[in-house]
Each structure stands twice: as structure tokens, then as C-alpha cells.
């Protein structure tokens, strides 16, 4: 991935041991993020020993996964908190863990609400739930499966339930125990299975068929694979595969290259992580307000304005990051500004003519500045970098003495004629 780095002094970062995150950024790292994090973003985060970093690599941790980053919203952010939410008061009650920590919690905050729930009760079997997926096959995954889990005798939560690792007679308590008036004779069970996995003792093979006569025919299945249609003793293995990768599931739905290039390059600049430079008309000026107040204000205009397009609206969003340093290399002005736009079909032919302009401004006192600005379309990953050099003068005149027009920053300069104004 190219990065782009703008960087303006000041020192790196300290060589050593990070500290460990306390308080809120332990919290957000082992319990909030634990289930989706990659082991590169979790180590890149355990580096950061400022506070200040530390938010910084959040913000861009939640950006790198959201679906649509030209609208205000994360959807991907307000999920995730919503099932943490939900397990944490569904699965978290009458269990010695919080719900996020038991394996339904875990599942679901990684794979979404299962298609379908089956939930069996009976004398003959532990408390039994079958979750049935039908999922994409962009996500690694089969199309469609099912997951079991139970809860064991004596114990207060589900377990997931591996077929190469758990046999039928962790569902089954004794089963051994004489049953009046419904006693199967081994090996005689309607269903039972005559090629059962070599690792099967007699017991297993005991409660599978309880489970057939008993209980039901998609326990016992389940049993045996994670695959709804297929009960061959190889199918085993491959359910283990299956559950052993769910957890990895969401480090491969992320390039987490990013992370390393913020530890690597972080520092009190400005750190772009777009990775498409882009021509950009600019002007930055210093103007006077009628109360006699300073106000630099920009005009950039980009060559090109790619937008995405979503539920009938078409979308793109404009991050503009601002520091101005004065003689010292001090900085004096800070900020981010992110700009979402929202149009539709209509809106976006009334505009297609004419050039996009973004335009804002910010006070600063008497001085001499460099003010570097980054523009981004967070939608096409496209950047461009400004760098200006400006002085306010104590009192009189400033570089460009003309009164600023009201309403938007146009007195910065006019780029181009039938400009479409998105103010900041």
C-alpha cells in the first residue's frame, strides 16, 4: 500500500516499551475491538504510548472498515457496537462470563445473527442450539452451514461444539442409563450410522443414536458436520476447519498494513493513509473582517470529485486536515474537518458541469506561519498536499487587504468560473 506522509517535525517516538494501555484504551483493545482486531492492528496499538496516538489510531482503525466512508455515519462501527450490546444482555445473564466473552457471543459479533435458530430440549440431551448460516463467498466462508452448541451438564453457558474434537456423548449425559419403555438396542437405532468417525468410542457411538431416536435426526447430524446434507467421518475435519477459522476471520477482511505505517511514521504532522495523489487547484489568504479580525481562509479545488453510490444517493467524503506552525515550529492552529456529501440523481446533473470548490477559513493571531493542508476524498482515496507560507501583520494591512465575502471563503481566489462551493 503506498502511504503518504506529510510530516512537519518534531520528535518520532520514544524508543522502548510502550506502557500498557490503561483505563478507556485497555478497555476498548481487550473487550470493545477483542473479537475483530488483527493481531497486527493489536500489537501496532500496544507500541502507542500517547494518548493523543493512541485516539488517533482508533479513528483510523474504524475508518479502514467502514462500508461507506462518504456518508457521516460507520455503518460497520454502529453494528458491531450494537451486537457487543446485545450479547453482552443476551448471553452475558446467569453466566459466570460477560456475554461477549462465551462462544455465542463470540460468534455472533464475528458472523452477524445466525439465518435460523433450532434450540432442542430433552431428558435424553444436554440444552442443544443449531445456528444455520447462509452467507457471502467473498467472506471466506461456505455458503451455507450450522453450528452447534450446548450446555454441558453442570455448566452455565454454551459451548461451541466441534465434531473432530467433541463426540456425541458430550450431548448425551448417560448414555448408558436403562430408559423404560423406550430402550434401544445398540447399533439398532433408525439412522444410525454404520461408518462412524475412527475416533468414536463406544459411548459416542451410544449417545449418536440416542440422539436419532430420542431427540433429533439434526442433532446427531450436527454431531458428526457442519455442514447441513453431509455426515461422512471426513466431514469431521473439515467442521473443525471451519470453527477453528472463524475467529481469524475478521484480520483477513482487513489489510492491516496501515497500522504499521502509523507506528512507523507518526509523529505531530499530518499522516495521510489515501493512496491516490490527485491534481488540486489551491489558494490560501489571509483577509480582514469588517471587525477588524484576521481569518486565513483556503479554497481547494480538485480535478476530479469521484463519488460512490449507495441506496439510490450518490456519496463522497472531503477530510480536510489543517496545521499551522509558526516561526518556532510550534503548532499554533490544529484541526480536521470532514465534509460529507449527499446527493442525488437530480442534484448530482445539476453540478456535473461545474468545478468543485471546498472553502473554509480559521482565525490566527499576529505572526509568521507555514499552514500545510491535506485534502482527501475518503471515498476514492485520492489526496493532495498544500503547503503555504502566510504572515499576519500586528495591525494594518495583510498580504491581501481586500474584505472577505460573506458567506463562504471565495476571497481566498476564485479557481474557476461556475464553481460548485462546499463550505468547511
Given amino acids: ?108 459479533i464475528i458472523l452477524g445473527p445466525p439465518l435460523n435458530v433450532e434450540r432442542f430440549a430433552s431428558a435424553d440431551s444436554a440444552p442443544i442450539e443449531i445456528w444455520y448460516y447462509l452467507t457471502e463467498l467473498r467472506w471466506d466462508l461456505p455458503t451455507y452451514f450450522r453450528l452447534l452448541f450446548f450446555q454441558e451438564y453442570g455448566a452455565d453457558e454454551f459451548k461451541l461444539f466441534n465434531p473432530a474434537v467433541d463426540g456425541p456423548k458430550r450431548l448425551v449425559p448417560f448414555p448408558d442409563r436403562w430408559r423404560p419403555g423406550k430402550n434401544i438396542v445398540p447399533g439398532e437405532a433408525a439412522g444410525a450410522k454404520t461408518n462412524p ?30 455442514f447441513p446434507g453431509f455426515s461422512e467421518p471426513g466431514d469431521a475435519a473439515r ?109 448530482l446533473e445539476a453540478v456535473s458541469e461545474r468545478s468543485p470548490e471546498v472553502h473554509g477559513s480559521f482565525a490566527l493571531g499576529p505572526g509568521s506561519y507555514t499552514v500545510d493542508i491535506l485534502f482527501e476524498n475518503t471515498v476514492s482515496k485520492e489526496f493532495a498536499s498544500i503547503t503555504k507560507k502566510i504572515s499576519i501583520p500586528p495591525d494594518g494591512d495583510a498580504e491581501n487587504p481586500e474584505p472577505r465575502e460573506e458567506g463562504s471563503a471565495a476571497a481566498a481566489g476564485k479557481l474557476s468560473r461556475g464553481i460548485w462551493i462546499i463550505n468547511q
Fill in 239 to 347: 467442521s473443525a476447519a471451519l470453527i477453528d477459522g472463524i475467529p481469524g476471520l475478521p484480520a483477513k477482511r482487513i489489510d492491516d498494513g496501515y497500522a504499521r505505517e502509523f507506528v512507523k511514521n507518526r509523529a505531530p504532522g499530518l499522516v495521510s493513509y489515501s493512496v491516490h495523489p490527485v491534481e488540486c487547484r489551491s489558494e490560501v489568504a489571509v483577509l480582514q473582517d469588517a471587525a477588524g479580525d484576521f481569518q486565513v481562509n483556503y479554497a481547494l479545488g480538485p480535478r476530479v470529485l469521484d463519488l460512490d453510490y449507495f441506496g439510490n444517493r450518490y456519496f463522497a467524503g472531503l477530510r480536510t486536515t489543517i496545521r499551522a506552525t509558526d516561526a518556532e515550529g510550534k503548532t499554533a492552529f490544529q484541526d480536521v474537518r470532514f465534509t460529507p456529501v449527499e446527493l442525488s440523481g437530480s442534484e
Fill in 197 to 226: 468417525p475412527a475416533n468414536w468410542t463406544a459411548e459416542d457411538k451410544r449417545a449418536y443414536e440416542i440422539l436419532v431416536t430420542y431427540v433429533t435426526i439434526e442433532a446427531a447430524e450436527a454431531s458428526v458436520s457442519c
Fill in 1 to 108: 500500500m503506498a502511504v503518504l506522509v506529510v510530516s512537519l517535525g518534531g520528535p518520532v517516538f520514544a524508543s522502548g516499551q510502550a506502557p500498557a494501555p490503561t483505563g478507556k484504551y485497555a478497555k476498548w483493545l481487550d473487550e470493545e475491538v477483542v473479537d475483530i482486531i488483527s493481531p497486527g492492528e493489536r500489537e501496532a496499538f500496544g507500541a502507542l504510548a500517547a494518548n493523543g496516538d493512541r485516539d488517533l489510531f482508533i479513528d483510523e482503525f474504524w475508518k479502514h472498515r467502514d462500508p461507506t466512508p462518504g456518508t457521516p455515519e460507520n455503518e460497520f462501527r454502529t453494528e458491531h457496537y450494537r451486537r457487543v450490546d446485545y450479547v453482552s444482555k443476551r448471553f452475558g445473564a446467569g453466566s459466570a462470563n460477560t456475554g461477549w466473552k462465551t462462544d455465542r457471543g463470540r460468534t455472533l
